[in-house]
């Protein structure tokens, strides 16, 4: 079964700090993996997109790696900023139709000062 | 215009009422989608528009549920008898490319309240 997880499901941390999300995937065949990030009342914003052979992509402050093999993807915020806080969504696109984007519930991150 | 629109933003109904959300697409986007976030939980499925081809409207809850997109461009999710249940944030979605490739854009989404 296509299946995201994201861990921590929530996570609060001092303006400044870095912080990492992680992401566990079981989607096949793998098309692509995404990283979004929702404000509150918003919509989802993509921050990266990456494919099997792209195992690391920075978008400013925000770096995300993917190992194919181990199907885990992390996203790294560095220096993180009040505006950070807010919910970041893994998405998994299996190589079918276009239907098959499988999103993970989402860590929600707050960053306090 | 410069991003995906959604309308209303926010909507109360009473229980038993239908209800019609729209999607204005990014123009020249030729895939569209549509999903509900209720509070707490990812984007669930729900349809998706590519093109002229036939519509995917494997995660359409129940028959209550229907959406249409004139012209190639703006969709219409349409909400019959609503339950409390359907309370949720629907969220639009475009992207130019099908298969699951492109980048999808969303909406500011259409925050829904069944009393």
């Known amino acids: 079964k296509n299946q995201v997880e994201q861990s921590p499901q929530s996570l609060i941390i001092l303006e400044g700090k870095n912080c990492t999300l992680q992401?566990?995937?079981?989607?096949?065949?793998?098309?692509?993996l995404r990283w979004y990030k929702q404000d509150t009342g918003r919509g989802p914003v993509s921050l990266t997109i990456?494919?099997?052979?792209?195992n690391t992509k920075s978008n400013g402050r925000y770096t995300a790696t993917l190992d194919a093999d181990t199907k885990q993807s992390s996203l790294h915020i560095t220096a993180s900023q009040l505006s950070d806080s807010a919910s970041y969504i893994c998405?998994?696109?299996?190589?079918?139709?276009?239907?098959?984007?499988?999103f993970g519930k989402g860590t929600t991150l707050s960053v306090s000062s | 215009g410069a991003g995906v629109s959604q309308s209303p933003s926010n909507k109360v109904t009473e229980k038993g009422k239908d209800v019609e959300l729209r999607c204005d697409p990014i123009?020249?986007?030729?895939?569209l989608y549509w999903y509900r976030q209720s509070l707490g939980q990812g984007l669930e499925f729900l349809i998706y528009?590519?093109?002229?081809?036939?519509?995917?409207k494997s995660g359409l809850p129940s028959d209550r549920f229907s959406a249409e997109r004139t012209g190639g461009s703006v969709s219409t999710l349409t909400i019959q008898r609503t339950q409390q249940e359907d309370s949720a944030v629907y969220l639009c979605?475009?992207?130019?490319?099908?298969?699951?490739?492109?980048?999808?854009?969303f909406g500011e989404g259409s925050r829904l309240t069944v009393l």
């Open positions: 998405v998994v696109s299996a190589r079918q139709a276009g239907t098959a984007l499988i």
């Open positions: 990456m494919t099997f052979s792209e």
């Open positions: 123009s020249g986007h030729t895939a």
């Open positions: 979605a475009s992207t130019y490319l099908s298969g699951g490739s492109g980048e999808l854009f």
């Open positions: 528009f590519q093109g002229n081809s036939a519509p995917d």
């Open positions: 992401c566990n995937y079981t989607v096949s065949p793998f098309s692509n």
